[in-house]
């Protein structure tokens, strides 16, 4: 397999197309990163979180106003910083300390102060006591059995009555997509030639894409004491590869 090391290639991302690594778009690109591009990249993650706490408030919580929150493979603060705006303290854990970095930079810039980065390995001293934790496009570029014991550990740090989150790919969206990964994962230097096509440096990492069992995950979370409360089936837009819904968790109260 290409995949040598998934949590460097995301170091890489991070300390050189950070925003093209959290949305693949080329008008996220270091080198067409202009400020109305930058405002667009803020601007979806604004909808985004809107969206997800209008599907909560419809679906489950018809009062809920998280005011602590952690969100897990935060990026560059897309979605960190919206929900971090409506909350006493936000929490955002990444695997790249480039992309915590940055989260940091934007995080000061929009004049917050009440938000706390971590890496994956503090995950277990968090506080346990989140009201929403919350996870999108990060479970799908992490391997399945990692992923789900990473599934378990970010349930734990629920309060009682706390809401969960998370995206979760489940099919390869398209014949074309399938064999697209099949090739970069399989031949070598598929992806350094793909590179020099996209004329992108030789060794730009291939993003690695997973599928989930939602049942699976739905069972563990149970097993947890959280069950699913709502499913979102997330409509694939043309240029998505994976099928992925949203799945909703509320810890017993
Ligand atoms: C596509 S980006 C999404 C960022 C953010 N969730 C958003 O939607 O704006 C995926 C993020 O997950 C992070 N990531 C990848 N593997 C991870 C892991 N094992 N643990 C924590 N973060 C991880 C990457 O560094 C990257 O910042």
């Not at 996870?135 to 349930?155: A, D, M, N, Y």
């Amino acid at each position: 397999m290409v995949f040598a090391n998934p949590d460097k290639e995301w170091e890489t991302y991070g300390k050189t197309d950070p925003y093209f690594g959290v949305l693949t778009e080329d008008k996220f690109s270091q080198k067409n990163l202009t400020e109305k591009n930058r405002d667009d990249f803020f601007r979806t993650g604004r909808d985004h979180c809107e969206n997800v706490i209008r599907q909560i408030r419809e679906n489950i919580h018809p009062a809920f106003a998280p005011q602590k929150i952690l969100d897990y493979g935060c990026g560059v603060g897309r979605l960190l910083i919206p929900f971090a705006k409506n909350a006493d303290s936000a929490f955002g854990v990444d695997i790249s300390p480039s992309m915590l970095a940055e989260t940091a930079k934007n995080a000061k810039s929009m004049g917050l102060d009440n938000i706390h980065l971590h890496l994956p390995a503090d995950l277990p001293s968090l506080p346990s006591d989140f009201d929403f934790v919350h996870s999108c496009i990060v479970f799908q570029h992490i391997p399945r059995k990692k992923g789900e014991t990473l599934f378990q550990l970010i349930l734990t740090r629920l309060r009682p009555g706390g809401i969960a989150a998370i995206h979760i790919p489940y099919q390869t969206h398209t014949r074309k997509a399938k064999i697209y990964f099949d090739i970069m994962s399989r031949i070598p230097f598929a992806q350094n030639l793909w590179n020099l096509l996209k004329k992108r440096p030789w060794h730009y990492p291939l993003m690695q894409m997973n599928n989930y069992s939602p049942i699976r995950l739905i069972e563990i979370a149970s097993s947890l004491h959280c069950p699913c409360r709502h499913i979102q089936i997330i409509q694939p837009a043309k240029t998505d590869t994976h099928k992925a819904c949203f799945l909703y968790f509320q810890r017993i109260p």
